[in-house]
């Protein structure tokens, strides 16, 4: 990091009410990457100029790096892509090289995290291998899509097949979707074939709305709102004032309202850098998706996430480009064109989703709490809810609708916020001290809630009562049943969500 940017990082943050230097770091690289689009603008979007477009994402996010981080760290990450390159140009017809690509990144990321997470124990939040986070998954998504393009369409997924690399590209071409400016640092992940069509102005993006005031302001205002919520109330409502031993002698009532305006002022941390990048991609132009959308760089829907009514549609709402990676890299890959989702495909989706995030042990509990409470969410779905739906049900008119709806998101919101606070404070002796401040809520009692509605004789009594009262059941109208709809969201925080039955792509587009 140059010594006058780190200087001016310090002082930024002594400034802002103390702000951790490296939420200021991070600040003011989205920032840069931000401001430079209006230079990406400058170059006309003929394809004649892409190799101008390719050049000046290298050398921006080259400049932007070399400010705020060091050499060591850009040359590993160059290495990394050219590894890629050289491996996929000569043998990306074989199945066996896109696999073992695949693991090689995973195990670097994975020794990087050994180094920085146990071995040196560093508490920094915000460093290069963030950016190589991103950069794994361009690479493995770059190596899927250059074998899937030499293999017929009929044998592939149809998301696989949207995404194929029929041509090869050139070295610049390639450097310049890994080293893409708005996309880099904290993402959104993308794909190459989007990188492609943006860079040579193919649709969608040659019906690209001339004026984008509004889809840049509307991100870049939220984000800055989300920025001041977080400088202002960031010091006041935390998840480390819930882990203090004085938190768990305060009411409960007055813990659970502590620890979700908690978890909701910490998440403003992560809406403002993922709408800030959103913002950036809309200013290049590259966030339009068609039909007068501009979705294509966000990677969160923030109402969905903080008020979703059930465990799934809260979880898949959180990082959603980082799900389709794991949906089409890992969970795809393991499941063959046709084939029937198994225990195979699940366990090596999670595993690849937590590699993926580090090795802190708070994120392993946050998995385990997501995993037990999105079962306890499909099988309340499957037992109760009937009984509140059916056409003659006696509580229908009374706590079906609104009240249900009320309920379940009150539910969902309280246990989201519980099983997240080990996610944000890493180590385990204080997001323990948060859990045994709610009972262990995330696990002792969903526990519970499954066995119990599980059991053989409460689970057939529930059914005849909701069958009694008119409810068909979901096999009934040819739909897969909750047990058979697989679902990961929950092992990898929402990742493996997206990852296992999301909508294609293909579909989406279409």
């Known amino acids: 990091m140059l010594p006058a940017v780190d200087a ?12 951790p230097p490296d939420t200021v770091k991070g600040a003011c690289i989205l920032v840069a990457s931000f401001l430079f689009g209006f230079l990406f603008l400058l170059i006309p979007t003929t394809r004649a100029y892409a190799p101008a477009r390719h050049a ?28 890629f390159y050289a491996a996929t140009r000569t043998r990306r017809s074989d199945r066996r090289v896109a696999i073992a690509l695949c693991v090689y990144a995973m195990v670097h990321l994975t020794t990087k995290y050994v180094f920085t997470q146990i071995l040196v124990r560093s508490d920094v939040k915000f460093d290069h291998i963030i950016a190589m986070m991103m950069l794994v998954i361009k690479l493995t998504s770059f190596a899927w899509s250059a074998y899937d393009g030499t293999r017929p369409e009929a044998e592939l997924w149809p998301d696989h097949a949207s995404s194929a690399i029929r041509e090869f590209p050139g070295l610049l071409e390639f450097f310049g979707y890994v080293f ?44 800055a709102a989300f920025a001041a919520i977080l400088v202002t109330l ?18 409960l009532l007055h813990r659970t309202w502590r620890l979700v305006v908690a978890g909701m002022v910490t998440r403003t941390k992560y809406y403002s850098a993922w709408k800030l990048a959103a913002a950036a991609c809309n200013l290049c132009g590259f966030g339009y998706s068609g039909n007068g959308r501009w979705d294509r760089g966000e990677n ?90 059916a056409p003659r049900s006696p509580l229908r008119p009374y706590l079906a609708g609104l009240p249900y709806t ?37 696990i002792t009692p969903c526990l519970a809630v499954v066995a119990l509605l599980e059991w053989k004789p409460v689970g057939m009594a529930l059914d005849r009562l909701a069958r009694s009262w008119g409810h068909e059941g979901e096999r009934r109208r040819g739909k897969p049943t909750a047990d058979e709809d697989v679902d990961l969201r929950a092992a990898a925080t929402g990742n493996a969500a997206s990852a296992t039955n999301g909508p294609s792509e293909s579909k989406k587009r279409s």
């Open 300 to 389: 969160v829907n923030v109402w969905g996430y903080e008020f979703g009514h059930n465990p799934r549609a809260t979880i898949a709402s959180w990082n959603l480009k980082t799900g389709v990676w794991l949906r089409k890299c890992i969970y795809l890959r393991v499941v063959p064109k046709g084939g029937k989702p198994g225990g195979a495909a699940a366990l090596t989706t999670f595993f690849a989703s937590a590699a993926w995030h580090g090795l802190r042990p708070g994120y392993y509990l946050t998995f385990l709490a997501g995993a037990v409470i999105t079962q306890a969410g499909r099988v309340l779905h499957r037992r109760i809810r009937p009984l509140f739906h």
């Open 180 to 223: 893409f400016f708005p996309t880099f640092f904290i993402g959104p992940a993308i794909e190459f074939r989007e990188y492609q069509l943006f860079i040579h102005n193919e649709p969608p993006f040659d019906a690209t709305p001339k004026s984008r005031a509004l889809p840049v302001l509307r991100p870049l205002l939220l984000a």
């Open 234 to 251: 960031g010091p006041h409502h935390n998840y480390f004032l819930c882990a203090d031993p004085a938190f768990a002698r305060l009411p």
């Open 8 to 19: 001016a990082v310090a002082a930024a943050a002594a400034h802002l009410r103390g702000a």
């Open 406 to 442: 009320l309920v379940s998101t009150a539910l969902t919101v309280v246990a989201i916020d519980i099983a997240a606070a080990p996610f944000m404070l890493w180590k385990l002796q204080p997001s323990l001290a948060v859990w045994k401040a709610f009972y262990y809520a995330p």
């Open 56 to 83: 000046f994402s290298v050398i921006v996010s080259c400049v932007v790096f070399f400010a705020f981080f060091d050499l060591a760290g850009f040359l590993e990450l160059m290495a990394m892509a050219t590894i």
